[in-house]
Every structure is written in C-alpha cells, then in structure tokens.
C-alpha cells in the first residue's frame, strides 16, 4: 500500500468513527464523482456528507491531519463545467446537500437566510406555502440544483445575477472559526439581513469564485411579485441583425425600459432546447411526433435565427406603456410574443377546445419554460444534454449518469456593443468552420454594459477522443475570445490555469489572503488558480 493509500484509508477510519459510517460513502458509491456530463474525470479520495456545522469542523481537523485537500459542494450540479469533481486529485469532497435547512424569511421586507444544500425548488414550495408576495429568482439548470453553489460561481438567474441579491454570508474558515460578513457579527442590528456592506471592509465578495471558506449560509434578497408580468419572445430574423438588436437593448437597459436579464439565442440553442419538451408534450397528448417533426414544429412556431427572451413586469401602467416601447424596438427584426400565464391558460383551453393539437403541443412545451421568469423551477432544459443523440433518456434529470451525451460550457463576457457582437460572431463562425461543429449560443444581459455569452457543445462521452478534440476546441476558443478582449465570467474545473493569471498583483494579493486564512492549503485547492503555495495540501 501507498503512503497515499494509507492516508486516505486512516482518514476514513476515522472519520467513520468521528461522524458515523453513514456519512462516509462507500468507495463504489464515491467513485460516482469522478466523471460528469462535462468530460471531465478526477480521482477522488473520500466523499463525506455532512449535516451539521460541528461535522464540518470535525471533517476540516481530519483533512488537516492527513494532509488532504476538502473539496465542498452544495448540491454539486455544475454540469458544463465539472459537476462536483475537485479542481485537483485526491480531494475529499464534502457533499452539503444534507444541509437543507431555510433558517429565516423575512415577510416585510423579503430576504431568506438558508444552508448550502437547499435547492431551487425547496425555496419555490416554501415561498408558495408561506404566500409572501415574493419569489426567488431561479437559473435555468434544474429544480435541485443549489441557490448557494450557484451563487458561488456567481451564476446567472433568470431575470438577475445571483450575486446582485446577496446580502451575507456565513462562513466556516479553515481552523473551524466562523465569520458572518456584513452586518452579522453586529450586536443588536435590525438590518444584518437587510444592508450587506456592513461597516468598514465588506468582504462578502472575497468568498466567490474562491476557496477562503466552507460557506455554511447565505441571506439573499427575494423579488417582490409585481402587478403585471409579461414575457416576451423577440424572432431577430437574420443572424447579421444581433449586433444592431444588441445595441437596441443596450438602450433599453440604460432607460429602465427593460431591467431584467434577456436572453438572445441562436438557433442551434432553441432548437436542443424546445424540441424534446415537444417531443414529451406530445406524448402526452398521445401523439408519437419524429425528431424531425418536432424540430419542424419549433421552427414554424418561433421563426428567425435567433430570438430574444426577457421580461417586462411592474405596475401594469408602467408595464403597458414599457410594452410599447419594446414591441417597436424589436418589432423591426422580427415578430415579437407577449406572454402571461393567464394567456397560456386561455390559448391552451382554446387549441384544447378547437382541436389544435400540434399547437397545445408547442404551448405544453414552453410552458415550464415562462414558469422561470416567475420563479417557478424546472428541470426540463436538462433534456438539451441528450437531444443531440437521442430522443429519451432514462436518467435525464442527472446528466451526470454515465450515458453517450457529454456537455461542455464556456462563458465569455462581451460589453454590450454591436462591434464586439460582430467580432465574437466572427470567432465562433471561423470556429465552426475549421471544426464542422455547431455551437450553441446564448447571450445573456448581466447589467446594462457587459453580454456574458454561454457557448455549448456537445460531445460523444464513450469516445476519449471525441471529448478531448471537444475540450481542445472549447479551449481553444476560450483562448482566442480572451485574445480579444472577452474573459470568461466563469469557468470550468481545467481551466483555471491558464486563465487565471497568477502573475497580476491582485493575484498576488489574492494568493496571500490564502495563505493566511488557509496556510495548509486545505479548502478547494487550485479553486479559479488559488492555491497556500507550498504548504498546499499534499494531493495523493
Ligand atoms: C441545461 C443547463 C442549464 C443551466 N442553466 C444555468 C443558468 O441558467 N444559470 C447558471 O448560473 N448556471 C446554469 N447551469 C450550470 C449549473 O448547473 C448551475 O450553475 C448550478 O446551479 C450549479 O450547481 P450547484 O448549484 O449544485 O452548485 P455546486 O456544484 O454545488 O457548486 C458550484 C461550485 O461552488 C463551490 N461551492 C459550492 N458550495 C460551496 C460551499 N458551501 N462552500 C464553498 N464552496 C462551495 C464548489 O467549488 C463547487 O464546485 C446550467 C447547466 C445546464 C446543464
């Protein structure tokens, strides 16, 4: 046996012992870690679920010990990007979804205090049984993936950036003490949920894309439910319109006309996406539809290279004369959808009572789609991971299960400006040509300046090749985005190294507060390029 080997073992030992048995997966369940949907494969020494702040503790003193790196994860659903597989080798992953508590809702003022493991639709069920006229604002990955490690990878939400709605953080550092940020440690304060800087240094944000701490909570704001709420779906016909369309929001953003995250995909994106939510509606109304007929049925209902989706929600006066500013605006590229649920209800009752199949068909199919922008999770987009290469699959709703379809996602961020728009167009096109692939695209507004484009590919997972041409091509491409100008916002779990620069002062810095929170090294090693330098927990 190994040095190595022995390590790992001995910290199971005792670890089991400390914990109890259960908390320790046995190695063929662990081994269910070390390869995800993305491509990406690690070895893994231990997974530990823990459920409460003293395990974490206890777990934290163990890794010390034997001189292993601790990998944590709220729900490990990082699909695209490496799931919940550490950065480095011979990591002990400690697995939060067990930690699922909602601590605090505040009803006046709408703020939710909650743990690491609780998932999408655990806050969606709680909000509705609550009925507070607020709702959190959900990504499009699934119904259990986690608000926090979302927030951690500061992810995109459907009509916000998770870390815009953030007020603290409660973390555990690396010798177990425990630090609220903001107003939390504050004796007797009335807004620690409310007001996040705090006084003095506010270091919320040195806790995001880092491995400073475990995160053991999160208070995050909720979004009021407004009078009127409407969706819209924009057809831009023609690619070559997307930089224009581009600078058209940018001004609808400046002027408040718009103040929601939209959504411009391309066609490939659509098409992976609502195609097989056809294919399942249409089961469900008994009809068999081909590959080919529900991708015909997509394309004759949502017509153009590419659309557009956001929302416009407020008072509804304030709603209707907004409406008609964006109706004009984006009306000169293409036929634009308005959508309520209360219009979907009465369209469907309608094709229902007429006998319109094939449209309640395309209604029941972007149904769970319009729930996002309310706040209602789904699960279905999910389905775009196996579309490419087959028309069900059994385990969908993990695309982790080891099955033929990989996934692969890069992020890079454009200012919102039809130069930039035309430059990456020209990337990815030159791309597709010298590699006969064809990506999926999306571009999403963060704020009112910046574009964060969320590039997709797929790929055969049984075949080594296959995955390694696709990580070579995504790379590849991340390289020549960054050539231009467009970092990444994110990014997956090999890619640290070569694009976070460690020769900048502020990596410098970065890498010092490391050290002195972390000194061995234990959290997250080599997390977004962060690692304690020498004294690094030793990977096996
Ligand atoms: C079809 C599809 C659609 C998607 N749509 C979106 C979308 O709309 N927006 C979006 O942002 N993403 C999206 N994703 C990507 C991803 O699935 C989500 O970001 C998801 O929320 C991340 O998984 P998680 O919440 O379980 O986080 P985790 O995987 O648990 O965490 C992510 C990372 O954060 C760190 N971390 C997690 N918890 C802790 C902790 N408690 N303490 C310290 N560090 C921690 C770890 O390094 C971890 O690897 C999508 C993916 C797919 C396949």
Redesign the pocket.
């Known amino acids: 046996m190994e040095v190595a080997d022995t390590r790992v073992a001995d910290f199971i030992t005792e670890a089991r012992n400390a914990l109890g048995a259960e908390f320790v997966l046995e190695k063929a369940l662990a081994q269910a870690f070390e390869q995800c949907v993305s491509g990406h494969s690690r070895r893994i020494a231990a997974v530990v679920q823990a459920r409460d702040i003293p395990q974490i503790r206890i777990v934290l003193q163990l890794c010390k010990k034997f001189e292993l790196g601790l990998?944590?994860?709220?729900?490990?659903?990082?699909?695209?990007?490496?799931?919940?597989l550490p950065v480095q080798n011979g990591c002990v992953v400690l697995d939060?979804s067990g930690m699922s508590k909602i601590a605090h809702i505040d009803p006046v003022f709408g703020t939710i205090t909650l743990e690491?493991g609780v998932t999408q639709q655990q806050v969606y069920e709680h909000l509705l049984q609550e009925n507070l006229p607020f709702y959190m604002d959900v990504?499009?990955?699934?119904r259990e993936?986690?608000v926090?490690?979302?927030l951690?990878?500061r992810?995109?939400?459907y009509n916000t950036l998770r870390v815009d709605q953030l007020v603290q953080l409660e973390v555990m550092l690396a010798d177990g003490s425990i630090v609220k940020t903001g107003f939390g440690e504050a004796p007797n304060s009335l807004v620690s949920h409310l007001y996040p800087h705090g006084l003095g240094p506010n270091l919320t944000g040195i806790f995001l894309q880092s491995n400073f701490g475990?995160?053991i909570s999160a208070t995050l704001t909720l979004l009021p439910k407004q009078e009127s709420h409407f969706v819209f779906i924009a057809n831009i016909r023609e690619t070559r319109m997307v930089a224009n369309v581009i600078d058209d929001l940018r001004l609808l953003l400046q002027q408040k006309i718009l103040d929601c995250v939209v959504h411009v995909g391309n066609h490939k994106r659509r098409e992976i996406t609502l195609a097989p939510l056809v294919f399942e509606a249409a089961k469900k109304y008994g009809v068999t539809l081909t590959r080919g007929e529900c991708e015909g049925l997509v394309n004759r209902t949502s017509r153009g290279d590419w659309s557009a989706v956001g929302v416009i929600a407020g008072n509804r006066h304030c709603v209707k004369a907004h409406k008609k500013i964006v109706q004009k605006t984006l009306g000169a590229y293409g036929k634009v959808g308005w959508l309520t649920a209360e219009k979907l209800r009465i369209a469907k009752n309608a094709m229902r009572l007429i006998g319109l199949k094939r449209q309640l068909i395309f209604l029941e199919a972007v149904t769970p789609l319009l729930g996002y922008a309310l706040g209602k999770p789904s699960s279905e987009?999910?389905r775009?991971?196996y579309w490419p290469f087959c028309n069900e699959q059994a385990n969908w709703q993990n695309?982790d299960f080891p099955s033929d379809g990989g996934?692969i996602f890069c992020t890079p961020l454009l200012p919102m400006c039809s130069s930039a728009i035309e430059k990456f167009h020209q990337i990815t096109q030159e791309f597709e040509r010298t590699y006969l692939v064809k990506f999926a695209i999306t571009l999403n507004t963060m704020n009112r300046s910046c574009i964060e484009a969320v590039i997709s590919l797929e790929f055969d997972r049984q075949n080594a090749d296959t995955v390694q041409r696709t990580k070579t091509i995504m790379t590849n491409l991340l390289e020549q985005c960054a050539a231009e100008g467009f970092l990444p916002y994110r990014l997956d779990i090999d890619s640290y190294r070569k694009f976070c620069n460690n020769h900048t002062e502020l990596s410098r810095t970065s890498q010092r507060i490391k050290q002195l929170l972390d000194p061995d090294g234990i959290i997250?090693p080599g997390?977004y390029g962060l690692s304690a330098g020498p004294r690094d927990a030793r990977a096996c």
């Open positions: 990998y944590p994860v709220s729900q490990g659903k990082n699909w695209g990007m490496g799931s919940r939060l690491p990504t499009g990955s699934s993936s986690s926090i490690g979302n951690l990878e992810g995109v939400a475990i995160v987009a999910l775009s991971a695309p996934l997250a997390r």
